[in-house]
């Protein structure tokens, strides 16, 4: 069944994740140090917990770690639109659209398997008391890969924050 979640607070990092009932599917937690994220810990109502270590650039999912360098990778030029992720050969194509405002995670290998959406909630958009909402369709049941897509969400549109802050939000918005 397709599922359509939405984080309850604005900070992605710190958030409970809950579906239309109102029940909690993810609950995210950080800290934070001197120089920014350290950890990110991600714990599914199922029980399963992932994580992001921000400064050692590596994801753990069930205890397994994956270093960004062997999940990700770029097509074309560096700051270009699209980026692959990919967790047990399960490759994803991530790209933003509509200036942002949307980032979407097709699989690259199956043509019937559906796009995962995460739509934004960017500070002074025309949308700014509406917040992110991630949809898994239906055909994303596993939930390691939930996880896995999830966590590639997060450290991408964190990273794509901290870019727009740092060069201004007009600069990113052709992402």
């Given at each position: 069944?397709?599922?359509?979640?939405?984080f309850?607070?604005r900070?992605?990092?710190?958030?409970?994740?809950?579906?239309?009932?109102?029940?909690?599917?993810?609950?995210?937690?950080?800290?934070?140090?001197?120089?920014?994220l350290?950890f990110?810990?991600?714990?599914?109502?199922?029980?399963?917990?992932?994580?992001?270590?921000?400064?050692?650039?590596l994801?753990?999912?069930?205890?397994?770690?994956?270093?960004?360098?062997e999940?990700?990778s770029?097509?074309?030029r560096?700051?270009g639109?699209?980026?692959?992720?990919?967790?047990?050969?399960?490759?994803?194509?991530?790209?933003?659209?509509?200036?942002?405002?949307?980032?979407?995670?097709?699989?690259?290998?199956?043509?019937?398997?559906?796009t995962?959406?995460?739509?934004t909630?960017?500070?002074?958009?025309?949308?700014?008391?509406?917040?992110?909402?991630?949809?898994?369709?239906?055909?994303?049941?596993?939930?390691?890969?939930?996880?896995?897509l999830?966590m590639?969400?997060?450290?991408t549109e964190?990273?794509?924050?901290?870019?727009?802050?740092?060069?201004?939000?007009?600069?990113?918005?052709s992402?």
């Amino acid at each position: 069944m397709a599922l359509t979640l939405t984080f309850v607070d604005r900070k992605l990092v710190d958030s409970s994740v809950i579906g239309p009932d109102g029940g909690v599917h993810y609950t995210t937690g950080s800290t934070d140090g001197s120089r920014g994220l350290k950890f990110t810990t991600i714990t599914a109502a199922s029980g399963l917990v992932g994580s992001i270590n921000w400064r050692e650039a590596l994801f753990v999912i069930d205890g397994v770690e994956k270093k960004w360098d062997e999940l990700k990778s770029q097509s074309g030029r560096k700051f270009g639109p699209q980026r692959q992720w990919n967790w047990e050969n399960e490759p994803y194509t991530f790209k933003y659209q509509n200036y942002a405002k949307e980032l979407l995670a097709t699989p690259s290998s199956s043509a019937d398997a559906g796009t995962v959406r995460f739509t934004t909630c960017d500070a002074g958009s025309v949308r700014e008391k509406e917040n992110a909402v991630l949809y898994f369709p239906e055909e994303v049941q596993d939930e390691t890969q939930r996880m896995f897509l999830l966590m590639a969400i997060l450290q991408t549109e964190i990273s794509r924050q901290a870019m727009a802050k740092k060069m201004g939000i007009d600069a990113v918005a052709s992402l």
